[in-house]
């Protein structure tokens, strides 16, 4: 047992902490800019950010490494930069939330395993291994490889995960979206099939991030704990995006957020915090909602 399953055994749910990139964006990040770039470039921003978290009572902090991996990185003018980017990531975390569990932030590599696409599942798990092996290096014992909608993807990073910690906590969580034939990733990947396949590839929490708010999350989450006993972590939108002039928002309040917090842990979410639109002050409410 690790790190986050031993505070869980402590404290039946934990809060995590909410977006980060919208966090970044009010602090002058632009599209054509790299944000895991700024854990060098603008490492104050970032370390301040993880200390917001924590200070509205985050126990779980993430990492400004979401687009950390090779592939990602390269996209952006950095692919030679994944030690050098997700090191600091990593350390800004843990200086700013020194209160807190730092779990790595691990996204979508952006490529497609064969036959849909020419990355192999080994070459695809190398790629994984790079950028969780940095993380790991700074001290973490927590991993969170987020808003996943391929089962192989997922598969390869949670074992390149296990392959370099037996003892690492491992966090996977799926975006999925209501389809007539129940909620599925845009891969067609169903909570069934999470359920089943990634705790035998070694992830000991499951999960679901962006792409619903609040109330669709609990629906999710119900039919997540219709199929698995692990810890379930749960990070909702601030709502349903809206598209105006322009720019995606996201309207719902952190009360109207918090209201939905206790509902969404009699559905089985034990982990809870947010993801794109949310801030330190939707946090601050939900765990204000949950009382002691």
Known sequence: MGALLNLLTGKNVLVSDGAWGTMLQARGLTPEQCPEEWNVSHAEDVISVAGQYA???SDLVLTN????????????????????????????SLQGAPGALVAGSVGPTGDFLQPLGTTTANEMEAVFSEQIGALLEAGLKAICIETMTDIGEAIAAVRAARKLDAELDIITTFTFDATPGGFKTMMGVDPKQVAGELPAA???????????GIEQ????TTELRKYTDLPILIHANAGLPELVDGRTVFRQSPEAMAAHTRALVEAGANIIGGCCGTTPEHIAAMKMALGS
């Open 55 to 57: 200070r509205a009572g």
């Open 217 to 220: 999350m609990i629906e999710i």
């Open 65 to 92: 490494t979401f687009g950390g991996s090779a592939t990602k990185l390269a996209k952006m003018g950095c692919g030679d930069r994944v030690r050098e980017l997700n090191l600091a990531g990593a350390r800004n």
């Open 202 to 212: 070694g992830a000991n929490v499951l999960g679901a991030n962006c792409g619903n």
